[in-house]
């Protein structure tokens, strides 16, 4: 089970947008990055196509690694880490500073 899941509220706790918070959009385990709402915004420059035929710059949103955000727990509204534990056999993510069952 992962610990951080799409629509999660996290917020960054190191890099260029620290203290931001946002929506997980997507999550790649593989690489160990995510993309988040409105955080590590990006210039990128793209070519004219027939769908945009100015081309020209854009902002849009980039990875990033998951060791620089941190979830926001549904009791206190503060970052915490979480744990899984089981119950009734079942994984469930849990709130390490409060306790309180993350869905």
Do not use: F, W, Y
């Amino acid at each position: 089970m992962q610990k951080l899941k799409k629509n999660d509220e996290v917020v960054v706790i190191a890099g260029k947008d620290k203290g931001k918070t946002g929506k997980v959009l997507n999550v790649n385990l593989k690489t160990r990055k995510v993309m988040v709402q409105g955080i590590n915004i990006v210039k990128k420059t793209i070519k004219p196509t027939q769908e945009n035929p100015t081309g020209g710059i854009v902002d849009k949103e980039a990875a990033i690694h998951i060791s620089n955000i941190a979830l926001i727990s549904p009791k206190t509204k503060k970052a915490t880490r979480v744990r899984i534990e089981k119950k009734d056999g079942k994984n469930i993510r849990v709130a390490a500073k409060c306790g309180s069952v993350i869905e």
